[in-house]
């Protein structure tokens, strides 16, 4: 059984058009993040949900907005999407935010041409 | 800002050579340390958590130590199946939330 399940694992698109990456997981866990990997490797946060309301939401675009209709759920949508966009976006969540780990989906692959 | 720095980018090692690896970190007050190993198109699997220095956390052939400026990663006897991308992450006291700044990574080859 998946823990971290993210869907699709590739998204190819256009510039300007809107997507949607979807993430459930089934650990129980209350605290749900959304990383974005660059071509670099470089990990970095975008926001994170506590019992689906947000409490981490870094320097982002608004183009992206996250919702997280209940616990399990943390979905991601991006208007309007532009070159830079390409990256590998990952699903991860937490039991609580005081310093347990974090168990990370297998990302999605969002390429924008 | 917290920073973590990791070296080296990329080790290759033969099957059995034991190495190092660093992750140096600056954080104002550190809450968690963590290794995670990263597979080619895969998400981070989570391996240690760190919470003060003079800890220690051993898995397989894995060790992880922690001092107030810098964690390292020892891996004995490596195998092939232990060739990934390991990947440092310093969370803080300060603040809400469970940010994790991560580090870039050190690509680790073994080689039969």
């Known amino acids: 059984d998946t823990a971290v399940s993210q869907t699709p694992k590739y998204l190819v698109t256009q510039m300007g058009n809107d997507k949607s990456i979807k993430c459930e997981q089934n650990?129980?866990?209350?605290?749900m993040y959304w990383y974005k990997q660059d071509s670099k490797k470089f990990l970095k946060i975008m926001f994170s949900y506590n019992n689906k309301e947000l409490i981490i939401n870094e320097t982002v675009p608004n183009r992206f907005s996250p919702k997280s209709p209940d616990k399990a759920h943390l979905n991601l949508h991006i208007n309007s999407l532009e070159l830079g966009d390409s990256a590998v976006y990952f699903c991860?969540?937490?039991?609580?935010?005081?310093?347990?780990?974090?168990?990370f989906g297998n990302g999605t692959r969002l390429t924008v041409t | 800002e917290d920073q973590v720095t990791q070296s080296p980018e990329a080790l290759r090692l033969q099957e059995g050579e034991s190495s190092s690896l660093n992750c140096s970190y600056t954080?104002?007050?550190?809450?968690?340390l963590f290794w995670y190993r990263q597979d080619p198109g895969k998400g981070p699997e989570f391996l240690f958590t760190?919470?003060?220095a003079g800890e220690e956390k051993e898995k397989e052939r894995l060790k992880a130590t922690l001092t107030k400026k810098e964690s390292f990663l020892h891996i004995t006897a490596p195998k092939p199946e232990d060739s990934a991308t390991y990947l440092c992450?310093?969370?803080?006291?300060?603040?809400?939330?469970?940010?994790?700044?991560f580090g870039t990574g050190t690509q680790l080859k073994v080689e039969l």
């Open positions: 760190l919470y003060s």
């Open positions: 650990l129980g866990h209350d605290t």
């Open positions: 992450a310093v969370q803080p006291v300060r603040g809400g939330g469970n940010k994790l700044t």
């Open positions: 954080v104002s007050g550190l809450r968690g």
């Open positions: 991860a969540s937490s039991l609580g935010t005081g310093g347990s780990p974090l168990h």
